[in-house]
């Protein structure tokens, strides 16, 4: 039996491709314990597959950040709920009105016209890093690759994007204040109101574009609320798409044997059960996915009570070896076809298939392209991002 009093969550982690020992070891025993957060509020956490996609599903559980008792991640998410609030933290019915307004944008077919962009994309960023013979592999392909991506999807000046990673890194950095990241949360939704306002002037083809000649004129939405889609879409689609190629990339370095494959078979299945491992193994959204019961209810045959919380801790559910046969490995051969890594429920990623068209093409083509790549230190000087959260590499020091 786990201590409950000596759980403060989320952990440090012993093994920077694996999530905490201490959360892992609650799963194997089947124990559901209160985990004491940073601000002394103790949710229930769960950490089993099923009893995860339970708390992401079900209607009686709150995704409304500004209830009493919500069990925050850290300070800097209440400044989620200081400025206009984004589908992230609504319920139903306000949530499925709004996703159904934009949710065509977001289907298998409309990725898969955006992978031509996204190749020619990937191969430009390649082109000027394989110029020199070392580089960054954040600085220089994960983050120009996933930020261009978004910023021509959503009609964004590329030439902005020092403004949107500053601040996105600043709403993202877990010891940041309320006050710093909702000042910066402010100045993106500024920013993108004035944007909306200049595209219902002088519409593109672009998705803030359309949404606004589609919605502002008949008042299904207005600009407050189209700008905090984009803010939304903006940082949740470079963030975790960035920090993913470069732990991926990573994770294949130390797989050799599945990188040299990946190089060598242009084999579409091969590669989509590789990024859908990847997916499942990595999970970046390392803090767990946070919910409030509504009213009372059990998940799994546990009681939670209304007004208390619950931690879905995605990462260590990818991993539980009763759905996944792989379990703690990384093994493109198993079916890891369902995973968590994009939610579940009625809040699940809108944008993952564009996100996977991205990762699908930038593992191929640095495993085609480099099959000489190579971290130039080891993995002990690499940081990782304990302090975000999103998980991911600060740096990646690379040669080929």
Request: hydrophobic letters at 45%; proline letters at 6%.
């Amino acid at each position: 039996m786990t201590d409950p009093t000596a759980l403060h969550y989320p952990m440090d982690r012993q093994c920077p491709f694996a999530p905490p020992r201490e959360v892992t070891a609650v799963r194997d025993a089947g124990e559901v314990p209160r985990v004491t957060l940073w601000n002394g509020v103790r949710p229930w956490l769960f950490t089993r597959f099923e009893d995860a996609r339970t708390v992401l599903s079900d209607p009686r559980f709150s995704a409304d950040k500004s209830r009493p008792g919500y069990p925050l991640s850290s300070a800097v998410a209440l400044a989620e709920t200081a400025v206009e609030p984004t589908l992230l933290v609504m319920d139903n019915p306000e949530h499925d009105a709004v996703r159904r307004l934009v949710l065509g944008e977001f289907t298998v077919k409309r990725a898969e016209r955006w992978r031509p962009a996204v190749r020619a994309v990937v191969e430009d960023r390649l082109d000027r890093m394989l110029r020199g013979t070392e580089a960054d592999l954040v600085a220089d392909l994960a983050l120009p690759v996933a930020l261009t991506v978004i910023c021509e999807f959503l009609g964004v000046p590329f030439e902005d994007r020092e403004l949107f990673r500053s601040l996105t890194h600043t709403m993202n950095l877990v010891a940041g204040s309320t006050e710093s990241a909702a000042a910066a949360r402010q100045a993106l939704q500024d920013y993108l109101e004035d944007l909306v306002a200049a595209r219902e002037q002088r519409p593109q083809d672009d998705f803030l574009s359309r949404m606004a000649a589609r919605h502002l004129a008949d008042g299904s939405m207005d600009r407050r609320q189209l700008a905090a889609m984009g803010l939304l879409l903006l940082t949740a689609g470079h963030d975790t798409t960035a920090n993913m190629i470069s732990l991926g990339v990573l994770t294949l370095l130390r797989h050799p044997r599945h990188f040299a494959a990946l190089g060598a078979d242009d084999d579409p299945v091969l590669l989509a059960a590789t990024v859908e491992e990847m997916l499942r193994h990595l999970t970046v959204v390392q803090r767990g996915i946070r919910r409030i019961a509504r009213e009372d209810t059990e998940v799994g045959g546990h009681p939670v009570r209304a007004g208390e919380g619950v931690v879905a801790a995605i990462n260590v559910a990818n991993r539980d070896p009763e759905r996944f046969s792989a379990g703690e490995e990384f093994d493109p051969a198993a079916r890891a076809h369902g995973h968590l890594a994009f939610g579940y429920g009625p809040h699940q990623c809108m944008g993952q298939s564009l996100a996977r068209v991205e990762l699908q093409e930038v593992y191929a083509a640095v495993a085609r392209r480099i099959p000489t790549l190579r971290t130039t230190v080891p993995v002990e000087e690499i940081r990782f991002k304990s302090d975000m959260a999103v998980y991911g590499v600060h740096a990646l020091p690379v040669t080929w």
